[in-house]
């Protein structure tokens, strides 16, 4: 008779630099979007948690903050985020892109994590849809010469190569344990907090380079209507400067309004109903740098 196979839960966290795919792996098992995506470095903020189900355990993924040096308080706080992260989960994975050379700062990110002995390490080479058959042999390769790993995985968030296997794996990494979530919880995060990021999200697309590091989105109201099956939203959007402030908003508020069509399009998804949404664009000088400021919006 064999042996009933363990039932196994526990954390991890994917490390790598930006636009590495972290945020869209994390979605991509989940089944479901709770982190938000986006081409701009730095675009998580927070330690979000996905949650994901499979017969023989449960993964949580805690999608954290990319690694970086920081040059703001705001930025430390992102650090200390990652670095305290880092030090609680069961494994790490450093993500590395199949279609770029290992540069310094993947050996960088790699040399950190020798900084967290408790958990196990794996390598995932992503986005081995976007080049060749070779490129990705020897992207291997340079990433088994890193370090000894526990395991080494090639995968594609967008096209599903490879992803059951990395979630078998990582399951196979975690101590026994009962399941850590409710069943049917793919997520931790509230719902304001997830409507405040896809605002932000739809921000972020198609924003000056130095603009997204000064983007914060709060909730000021969020109300059921009585007469109609409608979420009536009320948000602000936060950044550090005037000028700032009129390119959010653009020429006779265009952008402003195309940021809060597609943000809608997103929120309408997430709670299964229309949605009235209002955006107000408010100036908080410097806030990435003010304490004060930073507790304001929630960091």
């Not at 080049?131 to 000894?148: K, N, W």
Request: hydrophobic share 40%.
């Amino acid at each position: 008779m064999t042996e009933p196979v363990p039932f196994r839960a526990g954390f991890v966290s994917f490390v790598g630099r930006p636009n590495v795919g972290k945020s869209t792996l994390t979605n991509a098992l989940v089944g479901e979007k709770v982190a938000i995506t986006s081409s701009k470095p730095q675009t998580t903020r927070r330690a979000i948690r996905g949650i994901v189900h499979q017969a023989t355990g449960q993964l949580i993924i805690v999608d954290t903050p990319g690694m970086h040096r920081p040059r703001t308080l705001l930025g430390e706080r992102l650090n200390n985020i990652v670095q305290d992260t880092l030090a609680e989960v069961d494994v790490i994975g450093l993500c590395v892109p199949a279609n770029e050379k290992i540069g310094p700062g993947d050996k960088y990110i790699n040399e950190q994590l020798d900084r967290f002995p408790r958990a196990k390490k794996v390598a995932i080479v992503t986005k081995v849809d976007a080049t060749s058959r070779p490129a990705v042999a020897e992207q291997l390769q340079a990433v088994s010469e890193l370090r000894e790993w526990d395991a080494i995985i090639p995968i594609s968030s967008l096209t599903n190569v490879q992803l059951d296997v990395l979630a078998k794996e990582l399951i196979a990494l975690m101590p026994e344990s009962q399941p850590l979530y409710p069943s049917d919880a793919v997520t931790d995060e509230d719902l304001e907090s997830r409507i405040s990021e896809l605002i932000r999200e739809a921000v972020l697309e198609g924003v000056e380079d130095e603009l997204p590091h000064s983007i914060a989105v709060t909730i000021d109201d969020m109300t059921e209507r009585e007469d109609r099956d409608m979420l009536d939203i009320y948000a602000n959007l936060f950044v550090e400067r005037d000028s700032q402030k009129g390119i959010i908003i653009g020429h006779k508020g265009e952008r402003l309004a195309d940021v809060g069509a597609r943000a809608r399009v997103e929120i309408e998804a997430l709670v299964g109903k229309q949605v009235f949404l209002s955006l107000r664009v408010k100036v908080a000088k410097e806030w990435q740098r003010d304490a004060k400021q930073l507790g304001r919006l929630g960091f």
